[in-house]
């Protein structure tokens, strides 16, 4: 039987008051057909605030981009994980998404006392940790990992594309659009395809 490497919401108790310094989780890539699940950890310094933070999908592109760049340079420390595409199709995406979130968080300079993390689902790890439903638009910390994550996670798509641009990469991210299901249909899986998600799974049969 798989051990179970999240635990749910419940089952971690609401703490707010928590001192020392707080982490923010957040992942991008759950949904689409191929490539990793990135995943970002940041602790955000008080005394050099970032304005504009926000729910990255909310944000375009450009913005994203002069975040990621702000956020990397006045956090007090940030971290970028990701979880392969050899491990989704041997975990599962939900598996891997908390594998991700993990190494993200270890991967942190700075040990913090808490990590709040956004959704209902909570890597195991051996810190105080709080998951928060749309915690990307409500905690700055998560917002800023959110970006990260989702802007690493589109630039490995932009450098994918120039090695399988028959996919379209750089424009779907290897969401399931009806582009990126026309060129699997027509040229096959490439390696970073997601052979367990279904229409992946029925091309290759």
């Known amino acids: 039987m798989r051990s179970r490497t999240y635990l749910k919401a419940e089952q971690v108790p609401l703490v707010w008051d928590t001192p020392g310094l707080i982490a923010g989780v957040d992942e991008a890539g759950r949904g689409p057909l191929a490539g990793p699940v990135v995943a970002a950890a940041v602790i955000l310094d008080e005394k050099n605030p970032i304005r ?36 989704i199709d041997r975990l599962n995406i939900l598996q891997a998404t908390m594998l991700a979130m993990r190494r993200a968080v270890e991967g942190l300079r700075l040990k913090p006392a808490k990590v709040l993390i956004d959704g209902n689902r909570i890597p195991v790890m051996d810190i105080l940790a709080e998951a928060i439903v749309k915690g990307d638009s409500l905690i700055p910390a998560i917002s800023a990992a959110s970006i990260l994550a989702k802007v690493s996670r589109d630039r490995w798509c932009a450098e994918l594309d120039l090695t399988y641009p028959q996919y379209g990469f750089a424009g779907h991210k290897g969401y399931g659009t009806a582009e990126h299901l026309a060129a699997l249909r027509e040229h096959g899986a490439c390696p970073q395809h997601r052979k367990t998600f279904s229409p992946v799974a029925q091309v290759l049969k």
């Open 52 to 87: 504009g933070l926000a729910d990255s999908k909310t944000l375009t592109a450009l913005r994203r981009e002069k975040l990621f760049d702000e956020i990397r340079a006045k956090a007090l420390c940030c971290s970028i994980a990701e979880a392969s595409v050899e491990e």
